[in-house]
Each structure stands twice: as structure tokens, then as C-alpha cells.
């Protein structure tokens, strides 16, 4: 529980969708949704005038119905970065992770659109995001891994099967201990594999970022990747 209710904006075009969401969340008390909005040109003007802490919004969203939610938290991140943004979409796709993360990893998450069912879920994200960390759904992690490995060049071609273990579950969002606890094994060892996993990644030297969710996102800099 929070110490008071996070400040939320919820942008989402289909009308039962956002009055869900809205209804969802009030009712746990946690959240305060001080908007809900249906397009990306509404989400921006509500965040200038309100200054929620979180922002939940579509992917796809009017006019274009394409990628205007991730623009619009790309803009809501650098004009605005203590706020968080979690993304909702449809689908898996790698492609919309790696536009949404290719500007940096801080304070954004992207879930699946059935995450609204799992309360805790999302309520954790929000945490997440609003402290300026990052969470991605444990789907979104498979696809993603699961598109990369096979290729013998892939950056995560160079991690140990465990190692990838460790990386899934440090997308999802998961400190070592829980990671530990996941697995089995100790806290030490995990934070063993996180730091080899690091450094095969090329992120060892990198100071102040958030590698957990970035070791994930990294290969896609990397590999080849079709925008069909």
C-alpha cells in the first residue's frame, strides 16, 4: 500500500476500456485517477495541466491509430521526467519495444492490455514507473528473447542458459532477491550472474542507468529487425 493515493491519467480511445481501467483502479484506493482521456493530443494537455505522478496509455491511439502513445511518452518523459508512463498493448510486439525504449529504459513500462485483470501486476508497475524504474511483461520478455537467441550473432548468444534465466526475470522487474527466491539460489550468486550478464552485454561500464531492463533491450540496437 501507499503512504496516499498515486495521481493517474488514463488514456485509452475505446470508451468501456477506460471507464474500466478508471473503475478498477479507484477501487483499490491505491490510485487517484485525476483524468481519463481518448487520444494522445488530450493525454499531453491533461499531463500539462494536472501533473499526475503516472501516466497509463494506449499504444495505439487516434488519429493514426499507430504508435501515437509511445510518442506521447516520449514527449511526457523529456518534458516531464518525474513522471512514469506505463504503455498498454494488444500484442507482443518487439518492435514497439524497442521504439519505446530506444530513448532510455527510466520510468517506462510496457504491458500487455490483460495486466488490467491482474490488479497487483499493475498496480506494481505503476509503482515502478512513478519511481522511475522499468517493467516489462513477462510475455513481451519471451518474444523478445525468443526472436533474438536463435540468431548465432545475437548479442545474448554469449550468455549461459542461467544467466538467461536471471535476464528474464530481471525484465520483469525483479530485484535479486526475489530473482533468488525464484530460482532457488542465493542472492550472491545471483548477483554474479547479473553482473556477467552485464558485462557480455556491453553495459558493465555504464554509470546511473537502469541495466536490468536494459540488458533485455540491448541486442535489439544490435540485430536485424523487420518493420512489416
Known amino acids: 500500500m501507499t503512504e496516499r493515493p498515486l495521481r493517474v491519467v488514463i488514456a ?3 470508451y468501456l476500456v477506460r471507464e474500466g481501467t478508471r473503475r478498477l483502479l479507484e477501487d483499490t484506493g491505491d490510485v487517484a485517477v485525476v483524468s481519463a482521456v481518448g487520444d494522445a493530443a488530450e493525454l499531453l494537455e491533461a499531463v500539462e495541466e494536472l501533473r499526475p505522478e503516472v501516466v497509463i496509455a494506449d499504444i495505439r491511439m487516434p488519429p493514426g491509430h499507430h504508435t501515437e502513445g509511445i510518442a506521447a511518452a516520449h514527449a ?8 512514469g508512463v506505463v504503455m498498454l498493448s494488444q500484442h507482443a ?9 530506444q530513448r532510455g529504459t527510466d520510468g517506462l513500462a510496457y504491458l500487455l492490455k490483460e495486466r488490467i485483470g491482474e490488479l ?3 498496480l506494481r508497475a505503476l509503482r515502478e514507473v512513478a519511481a522511475g524504474r522499468s517493467v516489462v511483461d513477462p510475455r513481451i520478455v519471451e518474444v523478445l528473447m525468443g526472436s533474438h537467441t536463435r540468431a548465432a550473432d545475437a548479442p545474448l548468444a554469449a550468455l549461459t542458459r542461467r544467466e538467461l534465466d536471471v535476464l528474464r526475470h530481471m525484465a520483469e522487474g525483479k530485484t ?11 542472492e550472491s550468486t545471483i548477483e554474479k550472474h547479473v553482473n556477467s550478464t552485464f558485462a557480455k552485454l556491453g553495459l558493465a561500464e555504464e554509470p546511473q542507468l537502469h541495466r536490468r531492463v536494459s540488458a533485455v533491450l540491448a541486442y535489439l540496437r544490435h540485430a536485424p529487425r523487420g518493420r512489416g
Not at 511526457?76 to 513522471?83: D, E, F, K, L, V
Not at 510486439?93 to 525504449?101: K, Q, T, V
Not at 532477491?177 to 530460482?183: D, E, F, P
Open 12 to 14: 485509452e480511445d475505446h
Open 76 to 83: 511526457i518523459r523529456a518534458g516531464h521526467p518525474g513522471i
Open 93 to 101: 510486439d518487439e518492435n514497439y519495444a524497442f521504439d519505446l525504449f
Open 120 to 122: 497487483d501486476e499493475l
Open 176 to 186: 535479486n532477491r526475489a530473482i533468488a527466491q525464484a530460482l532457488v539460489l542465493s
